[in-house]
């Protein structure tokens, strides 16, 4: 089964990574764009190309990035490719300058930090746990 690409998700995920809010996006496309406008631009699956190359162009990564990310292929890469031992981190991809491999590394770390934030809050509600039965 294909999964489908959702170009106005991976608007919102590129936007984010960035730091950039809706009302700036809005903006930088023109008088006619407001937030909710953006909101609701997020929600669609596919975004016509005149529109995703201003976008591309207000955010500075590339048309493709959003024609062609896919999240959960990413995970999938992430998961089968990383070895956490005693909480360091040892796979070293080589990226090049391309703004898409830098994109995506920035996500993979994000991943790599939210999973052991994840396991010390674990491990932390398993300590707490104990304290409270005794």
């Known amino acids: 089964m294909e999964q489908k690409i959702h170009q106005g998700r991976n608007v919102k995920r590129f936007r984010e990574m960035l730091g950039i809010k809706q009302e700036t996006l809005a903006f930088d496309l023109g008088k ?3 937030q909710k406008k953006i909101s609701m631009l997020e929600q669609k699956d596919v975004i016509e190309d005149d529109l995703l190359n201003q976008i591309s162009n207000s955010l500075k990564i590339p048309v493709e990035a959003f024609q062609n990310f896919d999240e959960q292929q990413s995970i999938n890469i992430i998961s089968n490719t990383f070895h956490d031992t005693q909480g360091l ?14 994109l ?3 996500h993979d770390e994000k991943i ?4 052991r934030m994840l396991k010390e809050k674990d491990e932390m509600m398993s300590r707490l746990e104990k304290l409270i039965a005794k």
């Open 32 to 34: 006619e764009w407001n």
């Open 89 to 102: 981190i040892n796979y070293n991809p080589t990226f090049n300058n391309n703004p898409i491999d830098k």
């Open 104 to 106: 995506i590394q920035l």
């Open 112 to 115: 790599a930090l939210y999973e």
